[in-house]
Nanobody
Framework: QVQLVESGGGLVQPGGSLRLSCAAS????????MGWYRQAPGKERELVAT???????NYADSVKGRFTIARDNAKNTVSLQMNSLKPEDTAVYYC??????????????WGQGTQVTVSS
């Protein structure tokens, strides 16, 4: 089994910054794509940013230029630096990873989510 544990959420004023972190642990042989998704109240979960093992990144249009995703392959971690935050960024943010365990089967895992609230 694999666990993804997020940290770093909280309350921030518009224009402020937050950094989310996610650490993967457990039965890990390798990790392919990692990413961040978010879900606002009454809305569907949406992609925020993804990053491949070789650090190719992809961002939702709504966060381009404001958010930066990064990963540390040695530590099995992924982070999301969020700058110039807007009230519409308020959501529960989820870490996601495609992981191969000892059996080499590729499985998808989600973290428990961390709340980000942007409000004055």
């Amino acid at each position: 089994q694999v666990q993804l544990v997020e940290s770093g959420g909280g309350l921030v004023q518009p224009g402020g910054s937050l950094r989310l972190s996610c650490a993967a642990s457990g039965n890990i042989f390798s990790i392919n794509d990692m990413g961040w998704y978010r879900q606002a109240p009454g809305k569907e979960r949406e992609l925020v940013a993804t990053i491949t093992k070789t650090a190719t990144t992809n961002y939702a249009d709504s966060v381009k230029g404001r958010f930066t995703i990064a990963r540390d392959n040695a530590k099995n971690t992924v982070s999301l630096q969020m700058n110039s935050l807007k009230p519409e960024d308020t959501a529960v943010y989820y870490c996601n990873a495609y992981v191969r365990g000892a059996t080499l089967i590729l499985s998808n895992y989600w973290g428990q989510g961390t709340q980000v609230t942007v409000s004055s």
